[in-house]
């Protein structure tokens, strides 16, 4: 995320009014203080203009 918000050249709070949310509440997102919810994830794509992809992929069996 903090990828697609620099790409943008915004801040945080120019991220955190986009997406509806606070700007500290950003900042503890990006710094991995917090686990999102899959709505507030939603809210930050839209937000960035981006897809939210959510997938579970098999773990590969040991041989």
Do not use: H, N, Y
Request: proline share 6%.
């Amino acid at each position: 995320m903090i990828i697609c918000r620099r790409a943008r050249g915004w801040t945080q709070s120019e991220l955190a009014r986009a997406a509806e949310m606070t700007q500290p509440a950003v900042a503890r997102f990006e710094a991995g203080g917090t686990v999102p919810t899959i709505p507030l994830l939603e809210r930050l794509a839209r937000a960035l203009e981006a897809e939210l992809v959510v997938r579970l992929d098999p773990k590969s069996s040991a041989a």
